[in-house]
Every structure is written in structure tokens, then in C-alpha cells.
């Protein structure tokens, strides 16, 4: 479980295709940290497994086995050497909660339909998928690239947010452009939301 308040932005080394997996290397700073094989880093938002660490210097180089079916649905098929990456460890037990709740699992993939400074702050649209729209409301919570962020506005096939300075700094946010990918998450409540209401109409013509 993640809180979507993403802590660095990592950089993506190599890229080895495999008949079964994948191999990704990014370089990691705090994130790399008391990372070990078998744990969890959210990369853009996707809760992967790191493999294998090899510590640099104030870095660590962190390696990562991706499935083809993780390939497909997530941005991680367009990125390439020197891309910026999001980082963000695992919710400790007892630590500060500042986002949402982030599952590390990936709804869909949007696209930058505008992207611009206003002010200090940049305006960000994105159009989504049918599958992430229907869980998008106005001042609801979604994750960006596993950015934990609100929605200021709903459109026909996308939605708006605001990004402040300091999200702009610290995340891949700042590399970005128009027409780019960027990983979906919506809100998990939402999503539960839903199930409990099918359910009950479900229950409700059953009784009839």
C-alpha cells in the first residue's frame, strides 16, 4: 500500500527485453535506501519487486523484472534510458498518511492533452479511459504517475488538475509533455463504492 506522495524522482538506466520478463534498471536515491531484494518500490505509480540492488556511491541501482502483461498496460513501454521515473516506498505501519490510498495497481493509461504554467502552478489535463473515467469526481482523489492528487474538474473524457510548485520539483512532472503517457490509478473507494451498490440492486431484483 502506497499514499501516493511520491518521494524522488529515479532514473531509468537500461532496458533488457526478454522472451518472459523484462529487465528494468533505474537508479534510486533515498528510495534506495533499506531496500532489499524481495521488496516493494512504486515505479510511476506500479507496485514492483526489486530483484536486485547494487549500491553507487549515494545511489543504488535498482532492478526490476517486468512482466509482458505489465509492459502493455503501463507507460513503462515508452520509456527509455534517462526517463524520469516516480519513487516511492511501501506505507510503514505508524507513519504520516498525506495522500490516499494507492494500491500500486494500474487502471488504465492517459495521455497530456494540455499541459501549461499558470502563474507558479501548471494546469494539467489528461484524457482517461472509460474504465478510469467512471470512477473520476470532482475534488476526488487520483493517482498520476502515482501522484497523489485532486481532480479540479471533469471533462468529456478526461479531467483536470492543478500541480503546485513543490509536486512540479520533486516528481517527473517536469519532464513532461503534450501527448504524453502517464499511469492511472482511481481511487479505491470508489471503486468499492461501486461494488457494494451492484450488489445491493443485484440483491434487490432477486427479491422481487
Not at 30 to 52: E, F, I, R, Y
Not at 131 to 152: H, N, Q
Request: hydrophobic share 40%; with cysteine.
Amino acid at each position: 500500500m502506497f499514499t501516493g506522495i511520491v518521494e524522488e524522482a529515479g532514473e531509468v538506466v537500461r532496458i533488457e527485453p526478454g522472451d518472459e520478463a523484462i529487465r528494468l534498471t533505474i537508479r534510486a536515491g533515498k528510495t534506495g535506501k533499506g531496500l532489499k531484494p524481495g521488496g516493494s518500490l512504486a515505479v510511476n505509480g506500479c507496485c514492483l519487486t526489486a530483484v536486485q540492488l547494487r549500491r553507487r556511491g549515494g545511489s543504488t541501482l535498482v532492478q526490476f523484472d517486468l512482466l509482458q502483461e505489465t509492459w502493455r498496460r503501463t507507460n513503462f513501454q515508452f520509456l527509455e534510458p534517462g526517463s524520469l521515473v516516480n519513487l516511492e516506498r511501501p506505507l510503514r505501519a505508524g507513519g504520516e498518511f498525506g495522500g490516499h490510498f494507492v494500491t500500486g495497481h494500474i487502471d488504465g493509461v492517459g495521455r497530456i492533452t494540455r499541459w501549461e504554467r499558470v502563474g507558479r502552478d501548471h494546469l494539467l489535463d489528461i484524457a482517461a479511459p472509460p474504465e478510469v473515467m467512471r470512477y473520476i469526481v470532482f475534488k476526488g482523489s487520483v493517482a498520476v504517475d502515482g501522484i497523489s492528487l485532486t481532480v479540479a474538474g471533469v471533462q468529456r473524457g478526461g479531467f483536470r488538475i492543478w500541480i503546485i510548485p513543490h509536486t512540479f520539483e520533486v516528481t517527473n512532472l517536469r519532464s513532461r509533455r503534450v501527448g504524453d503517457a502517464v499511469n492511472l490509478e482511481a481511487d479505491l473507494l470508489g471503486k468499492y463504492v461501486e461494488k457494494f451498490l451492484r450488489a445491493r440492486r443485484a440483491r434487490g431484483r432477486s427479491s422481487q
